[in-house]
């Protein structure tokens, strides 16, 4: 079964960090680029950042630029988000996606998580 | 950056009736490598994640029904639900997904007349 589920939310201070995770099963890990993507409560969907497995290469939004960082454990099939320096404006459900790729062009986002929820609050 | 902008923001219609959102994107979406619409529809219930429906701007995703279906090219796309179910009731969110940062639009919220 093809699924991705996320971990790691939760309360925290602002300033503080967390580590988010994500777990992929059912794919061939290494055929995806992988990203988050969050959802302020009541709010739309806004995408956070995104690591191509293929080149490695990452990207972030500016709104969490400089204190995101993406990152994947292949020998685990895991995606990760560490964020530092939360602000309250982080709150948020986050989703990880996987999105299938090649060297020339990549594919609809699938699979989606289910979501953590991250509260930045003191 | 790639602005996405749905119309309308909210919409209400009849049990049975036909359903259309539409999303405009501030450039082409359009890859000339391969001919594709880099354009996906989503539909995201109360407390549920994103669900994928369309791709490729008017490709079903497998398991969607085919009330559903998508159309449009370049920087003018629909969403369009042929007979309104009950459970159609969700907001829609269009995505481009050509570019990097990837952007979607603000949402249209579907609701029963």
Redesign the interface.
């Known amino acids: 079964q093809v699924q991705l589920v996320e971990s790691g939310g939760g309360v925290v201070q602002p300033g503080r960090s967390l580590r988010l995770s994500c777990a992929a099963s059912g794919f061939t890990f290494s055929d995806y680029t992988f990203h988050w993507v969050r959802q302020a409560p009541g709010k739309g969907l806004e995408w956070v950042a995104v690591m191509s497995y293929y080149g490695g290469n990452t990207y972030y939004a500016d709104s969490v630029q400089g204190r995101f960082t993406i990152s994947t454990d292949s020998s685990k099939n895991t995606l990760y988000l560490q964020m530092d320096n939360l602000r309250p404006e982080d709150t948020a459900i986050y989703y990880c996606a996987g999105q299938y790729c090649t060297a020339t062009f990549c594919e609809r986002f699938d699979p989606w998580g289910q979501g953590t929820l991250v509260t930045v609050s003191s | 950056d790639i602005v996405m902008t749905q119309s309308p923001d909210s919409l209400t219609v009849s049990l049975g009736e036909r359903a259309t959102i539409n999303c405009k994107s501030s450039q082409s979406v359009l890859?000339t490598?391969?001919n594709k619409n880099y354009l996906?529809w989503?539909q995201?219930k109360s407390g549920q994640?994103?669900?994928?429906l369309i791709?490729?701007a008017s490709t079903r995703?497998s398991g969607v029904p085919d009330r559903f279906s998508g159309s449009g090219s370049g920087t003018d796309f629909t969403l369009t639900i042929s007979s309104l179910q009950a459970e159609d009731v969700a907001v829609y969110?269009c995505?481009q997904?050509y570019s990097?940062?990837?952007?979607?639009?603000?949402?249209t919220r579907l609701e029963i007349k």
């Open positions: 890859h490598s391969n996906a989503y995201q994640p994103p669900k994928l791709y490729w995703e969110y995505q997904y990097t940062p990837i952007t979607f639009g603000q949402g």
